[in-house]
């Protein structure tokens, strides 16, 4: 199972919006509604920000937004703020292997 | 909820090694839980999971048959047997916790680092 592929990375302005890309397969993004994004800071455990493509944990500022389209999933953050500079991760259930996860996103926050 | 991994260490290319995680704060045979790693400086690469019961196993291909998932409903406890260590192996081996009945890590722990070394 190849991991899901993203960006390696993408940067913005304070108060910009950005877009991070995951493409996987029918196997995987494409045929299920599992579709999960991580947000990691240096040196930290890995966060839930999103679940099933679209849903934010409770508490979750709604700055973070994601969806879907065909094999693509996308996340994306609005009015950025240098607490945003992170590493983010999309993750899939994948019929082949159980869970694969995107190459990974560096948010930098010019 | 808490999770707390521990049992990683230094070891020697080909030994094993047996990884815990001690739960707390939910109702831990209720859901499923994976263990996710980390190489140092590289990306997450899920590599197990077991359901709530434990009746129920995956693996990733990378290390199908050199490792098992197991739990101990009644000590709140995770594990992951590992065998025939090798150098690519090295990394922060975290446990998550599922999110309901989809493959959502909605909790994960601090990490135990495995290192693979002569």
């Known amino acids: 199972q190849s991991a899901l592929t993203q960006p390696a990375s993408v940067s913005g302005s304070p108060g910009q919006s950005i877009t991070i890309s995951c493409t996987g397969t029918n196997s995987d993004v494409g045929g299920y509604n599992y579709v999960s994004w991580y947000q990691q800071h240096p040196g930290k455990a890995p966060k839930l920000i999103i679940y099933?493509?679209?849903n934010r944990p409770s508490g979750l500022s709604n700055r973070f937004s994601a969806s879907k389209s065909g094999n693509t999933a996308s996340l994306t953050i609005s009015g950025l703020q240098a607490e945003d500079e992170a590493d983010y991760y999309c993750?899939?259930?994948?019929?082949?292997?159980?869970?694969?996860f995107g190459t990974g996103t560096e948010v930098t926050v010019l | 909820v808490q999770l707390l991994e521990s049992g990683g260490a230094l070891v020697q290319p080909g030994e094993s090694l047996r990884l815990s995680c001690a739960v707390s704060g939910f109702t831990f045979s209720s859901y499923g839980m994976s263990w996710v790693r980390q190489a140092p400086g590289k990306g997450l690469e899920w590599v197990s999971a077991i359901s709530g019961g434990g009746d129920r196993t995956f693996y990733a291909d990378s290390m199908k048959g050199r490792v098992t998932i197991s739990r101990d409903n009644s000590e709140n406890t995770l594990y992951l047997q590992m065998s025939s260590l090798r150098a690519e192996d090295t990394a922060l081996y975290y446990c998550?916790?599922?999110?309901?009945?989809?493959?959502?890590?909605?909790?994960w722990g601090q990490g135990t680092l495995v290192t693979v070394s002569s």
């Open positions: 099933d493509v679209s």
């Open positions: 993750a899939s259930y994948a019929s082949t292997s159980g869970s694969v």
């Open positions: 998550a916790k599922h999110l309901g009945g989809g493959r959502t890590f909605d909790f």
